[in-house]
């Protein structure tokens, strides 16, 4: 199976803050790569796939880049709703994976 | 409006099995498949397999092998994901979604509790 990492595990930023997280997989898997946030007791919410594009209904705050085996997530100015868990996912395999995720919490 | 509606909450033993349904409506149901994912107790999300609404096809984690089932009933939309022999590791919250490759929409979860 491909292995995704994520980094940081846990990132404390405030409010209008721009925030970076990075995910890795352990071979290219091109640009199949998507991004869910997920807050307690909800189901995940897909923001961007295929790498860059965004959702529908997906603020544009939020933006995907990265090809290959490095990826990263932008969240421009971060909202009080933004406050969650973000995991990346990558679907290049038969086996489709997840990172560990990211909690981004209030600093 | 796209849902999916997930089977309520479980309680088993070790060793038996459960059943989760999945009730779709909103989109035309074979043009898509169903995932599982399922979700530990503060832990992570964990793909389990798809399938697919038009043929049947499936693609299960290799660790559920041999455990899972997943099918579907398209005369109700209505999908299913069969987990068997449970260990308690099995508790978790399990999700279906909509399509492999990034689901785009997901039920409410099914909390399933492996106790003694």
């Known amino acids: 199976d491909i292995q995704m990492t994520q980094s940081p595990s846990t990132l404390s930023a405030s409010v209008g803050d721009r925030v970076t997280i990075t995910c890795r997989a352990s071979?290219?898997?091109?640009?199949?790569l998507a991004w869910y946030q997920q807050k307690p007791g909800k189901a995940p919410k897909l923001l961007i796939y295929k790498a860059s594009s965004l959702e529908s209904g997906v603020p544009s705050r939020f933006s995907g880049s990265g090809s290959g085996t490095e990826f990263t997530l932008t969240i421009s100015s971060l909202q009080p709703d933004d406050f969650a868990t973000y995991y990346c996912?990558?679907?290049?395999?038969?086996?489709?994976?997840f990172g560990p995720g990211t909690k981004v919490d209030i600093k | 409006q796209v849902q999916l509606v997930q089977s309520g909450a479980e309680v088993k033993k070790p060793g038996a099995s459960v059943k989760v349904s999945c009730k779709a409506s909103g989109y035309t149901f074979t043009s898509y498949g169903i995932s599982w994912v399922r979700q530990a107790p503060g832990q992570g999300l964990e793909w389990m397999g798809w399938?697919?609404?038009?043929?049947?096809?499936?693609n299960y984690a290799q660790k559920l092998q041999g455990r899972v089932t997943m099918t579907t009933d398209t005369s109700t939309s209505t999908a299913y994901m069969e987990l068997r022999s449970l260990r308690s590791d099995d508790t978790a919250v399990y999700y279906c979604?909509?399509?492999?490759?990034?689901?785009?929409?997901w039920g409410q979860g099914t909390l399933v509790t492996v106790s003694s």
């Open positions: 399938i697919s609404a038009y043929n049947g096809n499936t």
């Open positions: 996912q990558q679907y290049n395999s038969y086996f489709v994976t």
């Open positions: 071979q290219s898997i091109s640009s199949w």
């Open positions: 979604a909509r399509g492999r490759d990034y689901p785009d929409y």
